[in-house]
Nanobody, 114 residues
Framework: VQLQASGGGLVQAGGYLRLSCAASRIMFRAYDMAWYRQAPGQERELVASITSGGGTTYANPVKGRFIISRDNVGDAVYLQMNSLKPENTAVYYC?????????WGQGTLVTVSS
């Protein structure tokens, strides 16, 4: 499994970013996908997930502001992040479970300035 995340950057509070994650070496459409984040000094936490069938779940702090989606033709998963807040500053990782193990991409840094 290879997961390549991109789209992070510096944005002002209230702004938006769209993260992308390109997957390879898996039958992408059969996999549930997720975005996690890890803020400085904190543990990695689940942000949003999407099943192979398109069902979505969100962590409470991002409900109504973030949208996870997937493209089963292009083998990619996205995270649209709106109304960003300084507390959303973190490294964001896309992830899936393959052969019973959670797999991680390399992460993309999102910095939200106040």
């Amino acid at each position: 499994v290879q997961l390549q995340a991109s789209g992070g950057g510096l944005v002002q509070a209230g702004g938006y970013l769209r993260l992308s994650c390109a997957a390879s070496r898996i039958m992408f459409r059969a996999y549930d996908m997720a975005w996690y984040r890890q803020a400085p000094g904190q543990e990695r936490e689940l942000v949003a997930s999407i099943t192979s069938g398109g069902g979505t779940t969100y962590a409470n702090p991002v409900k109504g502001r973030f949208i996870i989606s997937r493209d089963n033709v292009g083998d990619a998963v996205y995270l649209q992040m709106n109304s960003l807040k300084p507390e959303n500053t973190a490294v964001y990782y896309c992830s899936t479970v393959d052969c019973g193990r959670r797999r991680w991409g390399q992460g993309t840094l999102v910095t939200v300035s106040s």
